[in-house]
């Protein structure tokens, strides 16, 4: 079938340029093999942050600039993971971020994957314990994903003096990933590998209890991390706004190939088609790359912060973090808006292209300090969101080797046709939320659950805090 529409031509040229060019391919090898993990505090994540700057002004970008936000950093020290009893034996691990430093000896309490129920049940055989679990991001079954620092938290909340994160992944070596709450976490955390995990898991099993001696000398100290920011301004209102974002670090035991850098490159390359073929737009388009997404979403909370008198004219925000990574498949995911879906839906008969378009929300990347605004939000992700895991992502292996230009493109192409077509809409269906609609939202039962945790988790820092000052 022949569709027709006035975005047809421009479709061409943004999609003819980006499959000819090599330039989406390019800004990731510069990301990630001269920059490295561009983790906060490095001098890789300054560099990038710098290069991102240099590439948007030379697509034509206007308003093209660095915001800075101020921060605790983290930086790793050495950890150790010592079996003391029913035998001696030194088993490699590393830090996990925002871990502060100590040194414990407990009993391993095994549980398993993490379930949030499994922590309820043996919430009294937890309290002084080192607690164990893997990051399978489905324990027991959930129909959501349990994310690492639920688990970390969870195990907090139950008096645990430590915690041990297993990947599940075999042969991948130790997961990384942030355990802190606005800060550094409350007890040492430590990852290991699979098979050191299956191993610990044997002992106990044949012995029943199995001490361990854990010892982190990590540390933490206020740093400036930085937004990078262009505009590709409308013609009509410049002042209505649709924005495009990804972080740009990843942790510092990895490239950060496929998690963050596939999803900046995208948004790099829609920028650079978008501002060559579509200046005339009547409505902004932002370009955002987050900088320390990895450890609290911490460049997009400083910019909602700062920028909460425009938030009202954000249209949508369309986060593309992993976006040009092998695992997804590139469907649109909107944040519980049932009113645009009508909307994307004949966006994609429109483009003759057959991405899902669903609802769902998560909170653990950088459409949620949006979605918490009330700020219509969603993200380039699967629409059938896999419940096995990260694959690489967070490990030592998530390197450039793992993408494919193929998918670069495809996630800039969608970006861009997208961002065309919601700065051209002349009646936009949804308006920014109220508070209490948003807190109504999340006190559906799908959502009920984690909403709960964090209230419990957050009243448990504050106080802790207040504790520490006295």
């Not at 309820?120 to 079954?141: C, F």
């Not at 978008?274 to 987050?290: G, M, S, V």
């Amino acid at each position: 079938m022949k569709i027709e529409n006035s975005f047809l031509d421009t479709d061409g040229k943004i999609i003819g340029d980006v499959y000819t060019s090599d330039e989406v391919m390019d800004n990731l090898l510069v990301l990630c093999d001269e920059y490295g993990s561009r983790f906060g505090g490095t001098e890789g994540e300054r560099r990038a942050a710098e290069f991102i700057q240099k590439k948007m002004k030379a697509y034509g970008l206007t308003n093209v600039h660095q915001e800075p936000v101020p921060y605790i950093g983290w930086q790793r020290g050495e950890a150790q993971l010592e079996i003391l009893s029913p035998l001696h034996k030194k088993i490699d691990c590393i830090s996990l971020p925002l871990s502060p430093a100590g040194t414990v000896e407990a009993t391993i309490m095994d549980m398993e994957d993490g379930a949030p129920s499994a922590f309820e049940q043996r919430s009294t055989e937890i309290k002084d314990k080192v607690v164990m679990t893997t990051s399978v991001v489905a324990p027991g079954g959930s129909k959501r994903w349990i994310h690492r620092g639920e688990k970390y938290g969870r195990s907090v909340l139950t008096g645990a003096r430590a915690f041990i994160f297993v990947n599940h992944y075999p042969g991948f070596g130790p997961a990384t990933g942030g355990v802190g709450h606005d800060g550094p976490g409350y007890i040492p955390a430590i990852s290991i590998c699979k098979e050191d995990g299956a191993f610990l898991q044997r002992l106990i099993r044949r012995h029943s209890e199995v001490k361990v001696r854990i010892t982190t000398t990590d540390h933490s100290e206020p740093m400036t991390s930085w937004n990078v920011l262009g505009d590709l301004p409308g013609q009509e209102d410049p002042d209505i706004i649709v924005m495009i974002g990804c972080h740009y670090d990843g942790h510092d035991i990895s490239q950060g190939a496929e998690d963050p850098a596939s999803g900046v490159v995208a948004v790099l390359e829609a920028a650079r088609v978008l501002a060559k073929y579509a200046k005339q737009l009547p409505y902004t388009i932002r370009f955002a790359l987050w900088g320390v997404e990895e450890i609290g979403l911490l460049g997009s909370r400083e910019y909602v912060k700062a920028h909460n008198d425009e938030l009202p004219n954000i249209r949508f925000y369309l986060n593309m973090d992993s976006a040009g990574s092998s695992r997804n498949n590139r469907d649109l995911i909107v944040n519980e808006w049932e009113q645009l879906e009508p909307l994307f839906k004949g966006y994609s008969q429109d483009m003759a292209l057959d991405f899902k378009v669903a609802q769902s929300l998560s909170a653990f990347s950088d459409h949620f300090p949006f979605f918490l605004e009330g700020v219509p939000t969603g993200g380039m992700e699967s629409a059938e969101r896999s419940l096995g895991g990260r694959g690489y992502g967070h490990t030592r292996y998530d390197t450039v080797d793992k993408v494919e230009i193929r998918s670069l493109r495809e996630a800039a192409v969608l970006a861009a046709r997208l961002s065309l077509r919601m700065a051209s809409e002349k009646h936009w269906p949804a308006a920014r939320r109220e508070p209490a609609v948003v807190q109504k939202l999340l006190d559906r039962p799908e959502y009920q659950e984690e909403k709960a945790f964090r209230e419990r988790l957050y009243a448990f820092y504050t106080q802790a805090a207040k504790d520490r000052a006295k």
